[in-house]
């Protein structure tokens, strides 16, 4: 089946600076891939979406220089934060579309910021 | 402003009942509706939708029933295994494309099957 790779699981940083985390398929190439936010005990927030070979779109209230996307091939999204400050602690989750309906979403296992 | 609600945190029910996880919404926009299951250190799997346009659809031990007019899902499974212990996530989407990954989640309901 489809499996969506992201690394680092967890990650622990001192504030001040970045952190990028990866989203891979791979055994599929995902022209659109999505990032999300979870804070504990809440639901999951897409950030932005993330098209092959452009600009990212983000959503309302999502600032873009701080949580830079790179969906640089078909197989690999990136997203860096930027200067780290606690409130940025996360967990943090992409998922990549094998084509078109909701259901052929395949989610990564999402990585686990924590900034010091 | 919460537009996919999941009201209960958690659920418990003995094996061979039934579970029934409720979801509500205020988008009127959304016309497809998803339900995803989460083990812990996993990413969310897809486990049944349901489009506006029909009120129930079936698979397995999972049903997922909507109820447009009271804005209104809800995923039944039954019988209820210990395998099914997981976190519960809603999700919904409106039309168009591409736009179907753009999920909005509920926060999620923690059920456990006790043996």
């Known amino acids: 089946g489809a499996v969506v790779s992201q690394h680092p699981s967890w990650v622990i940083c001192k504030s001040g600076t970045s952190v990028k985390i990866e989203c891979r398929s791979l055994d599929f190439q995902a022209t659109t891939m999505f990032w999300y936010r979870q804070f504990p005990k809440q639901s999951l927030m897409l950030m932005a979406t993330?098209?092959?070979?452009?600009?990212?779109?983000?959503e309302q209230g999502v600032e873009k220089d701080k949580f830079l996307i790179n969906h640089a091939s078909l197989t690999l999204s990136t997203l860096t934060v930027t200067s780290a400050h606690p409130e940025d602690s996360s967990f943090y989750i992409c998922s990549a579309s094998r084509g078109s309906g909701a259901n052929v979403l395949t989610f990564g296992a999402g990585s686990r910021l924590t900034v010091l | 402003d919460q537009q996919v609600k999941q009201n209960s945190p958690s659920l418990s029910v003995q094996e061979g009942r039934i579970s029934i996880l409720n979801c509500d919404y205020t988008?009127?926009?959304?016309?497809?509706f998803l339900w995803y299951k989460k083990y812990p250190a996993e990413g969310p799997t897809f486990l049944i939708s349901i489009s506006s346009i029909k009120d129930k659809n079936e698979d397995g031990r999972f049903t997922v029933f909507l109820n447009k007019s009271a804005k209104h899902l809800s995923l039944h499974i039954v019988p209820s295994q210990p395998g099914d212990s997981a976190v519960y996530f809603c999700?919904?989407?409106?039309?168009?494309?591409?736009?179907?990954?753009?999920?909005?989640f509920g926060q999620g309901t923690i059920l456990t099957v006790h043996p």
């Open positions: 999700a919904a989407s409106s039309a168009g494309g591409t736009s179907y990954g753009k999920l909005t």
């Open positions: 988008n009127s926009m959304f016309d497809y």
């Open positions: 993330s098209n092959e070979g452009s600009k990212a779109t983000y």
